[in-house]
């Protein structure tokens, strides 16, 4: 469905296509009532993108995706609806940003190994055109790519860089529930993301779905992306069984990625309060 409603999606602050203002007009082309930037590490998206949202009638929510870890596992946590002025808020930026430059390094050095051929670190962030603290994985895969070291960045992920490989990179990132901590601390809402696509077991899930509401989270993520009937189905049985509120959003991230549109995502779970409602928004028809 097409909805009027994505609280998930990427801006240029982080690995997306858009600059901020440019998602925006985006989203209001769409049809979009209320986005929120979730750009990695950052709420520079949201700062960039108010002013063109309060113009265009658009309800920005501030948002951001912290990168984690549980029990040996990259887990992302989405927060929304926090004072983005917060001291703490702040400082989990700051601290993520040092994270993910030393991160960027570390990379860029076991790909050289691992391909057997110079990976500068400068190159791949002036091919991204971003800094040292907002390179991701996307950066360095795209870079691959144009350097025809790999066919595909689906290649480079299923090789390199996904979930388990040399390129994931895990040293640094705060516990989840640090992370979850944060954004209660700042006044907003911590979402469980996209928790479909981690690899673990029912039973790991739930545990970690368990320690996620013991530290302060409230949401999971139940219409995402590109996730079918089945997936929402699992996700809204857990957030029943968690007493979870529901979030949903593309996780757009520009042309051609993962083949979607923003505010593409399944229908809404009817049984599952949903997230926005915090914020007096009306359910998308």
Known sequence: M?????????????????????LVRLAAGRGIKTLAITDHDTV?????????????GIRLIPGIELSTVWSGVSVHIVGLGFD????????A??????????????????LAKKLR????LADVIAFGNTSADQLGRPHFAKYLVEKGLVPSIQHAFSKLLGAGKIGDVK????????????????????????????????????SCIRDFAAA???????????????QSGQMAALAREFN????????????NRFGLELGVMPTFPSLITPVWQQWQVSIPA
């Open 2 to 22: 097409n909805s009027e409603i994505d609280l998930h999606c990427h801006s240029n602050a982080s690995d997306g296509h858009f600059p901020p203002d440019e």
């Open 44 to 56: 520079d998206g949201f700062r960039r993108g108010r002013n063109t949202a309060a113009e265009l």
């Open 84 to 91: 983005p002025d917060a001291a703490v808020m702040q400082q």
């Open 93 to 110: 930026e700051q601290h993520q940003s040092s994270v993910r430059a030393a991160r960027a390094e570390i990379i860029a050095a076991r």
């Open 117 to 120: 051929c110079d990976i500068p």
């Open 171 to 206: 040293s640094g990132w705060p516990e989840m529930t640090t992370a979850v901590e944060w954004i209660v601390a700042a006044g907003g809402t911590p979402v469980l993301a996209h928790a479909h696509l981690y690899n673990m077991t029912r039973t790991k899930l739930r």
């Open 216 to 230: 302060g989270g409230k949401a999971l993520e139940v219409s995402y992306g590109k996730m079918d009937s089945n």
């Open 244 to 255: 979870m509120l529901g979030s949903c959003g593309s996780d757009y991230h520009g042309p």
